[in-house]
T-cell receptor, first 115, second 112 residues
Framework: NAGVMQNPRHLVRRRGQEARLRCSPM?????VYWYRQLPEEGLKFMVY????????ESGMPKERFSAEFPKEGPSILRIQQVVRGDSAAYFC?????????????FGQGTRLTVV | RKEVEQDPGPFNVPEGATVAFNCTYS??????FFWYRQDCRKEPKLLMS???SGNEDGRFTAQLNRASQYISLLIRDSKLSDSATYLC?????????????FGRGTSLIVHP
């Protein structure tokens, strides 16, 4: 039973390029959360999605960032026109139901470096 | 005011010591509480859930005080392998859903 799978593990982009981060939740999980972690900082919530729906994007920057979780395939976090400040570890987590009482399971993260 | 607050530490203790971490949360409507562990440059992993009655898992004991909005983690007989960052996590209401909300983490260093 595979856990949460994220790819790529490491991603290097030049300023102005696009970054696409993928997350496949655990089997049977339909709730996905994306977090960003800057060096020496905690995990900051970005967006919560269910299949084909964005439920809460209160932590997403208003520009350049978008997320989707299509009916088929992984969840995608897209960052357009990356800047150096976007360099961080991006973690995806999934849960089997609404987050009221259930814990979230994390992928290994994607480390984005913008040069 | 941050939603979930923790002392970042680091806590530097010898093997065998008992160490306690505290965490406070601001939203009284929060429903579920957890401690996660994060090793350097790795993903967070669930250590234990925290129940109102308090719960224990081996050397680890977690307590929740809803009235004070306070959560604690006690580690007894510390091992070198306990060195990590401990994250307090609260499922906080947000627009009709619940979002796992993380504290900044408390760093623990156990030395020989």
């Amino acid at each position: 039973n595979a856990g949460v799978m994220q790819n790529p593990r490491h991603l290097v982009r030049r300023r102005g390029q696009e970054a696409r981060l993928r997350c496949s939740p655990m089997k049977g999980h339909s709730h996905v959360y994306w977090y960003r972690q800057l060096p020496e900082e905690g995990l900051k919530f970005m967006v919560y999605l269910q299949k084909e729906n964005i439920i809460d994007e209160s932590g997403m920057p208003k520009e350049r960032f978008s997320a989707e979780f299509p009916k088929e395939g992984p969840s995608i976090l897209r960052i357009q026109q990356v800047v150096r400040g976007d360099s961080a570890a991006y973690f995806c987590a999934s849960s089997p139901s609404a987050g009221e009482v259930t814990e979230a399971f994390f992928g290994q993260g994607t480390r984005l470096t913008v040069v | 005011r941050k939603e979930v607050e923790q002392d970042p530490g680091p806590f530097n203790v010898p093997e065998g010591a008992t160490v306690a971490f505290n965490c406070t949360y601001s939203n009284s409507a929060s429903q579920s509480f957890f401690w996660y562990r994060q090793d350097c440059r790795k993903e967070p992993k669930l250590l234990m859930s925290v129940y109102s009655s308090g719960n224990e898992d081996g050397r680890f004991t977690a307590q929740l005080n809803r009235a004070s909005q306070y959560i604690s983690l006690l580690i007894r007989d510390s091992k070198l392998s306990d060195s990590a960052t401990y994250l307090c996590v609260v499922n906080s209401p947000s627009g009709g859903s619940y979002i796992p909300t993380f504290g900044r983490g408390t760093s623990l260093i156990v030395h020989p």
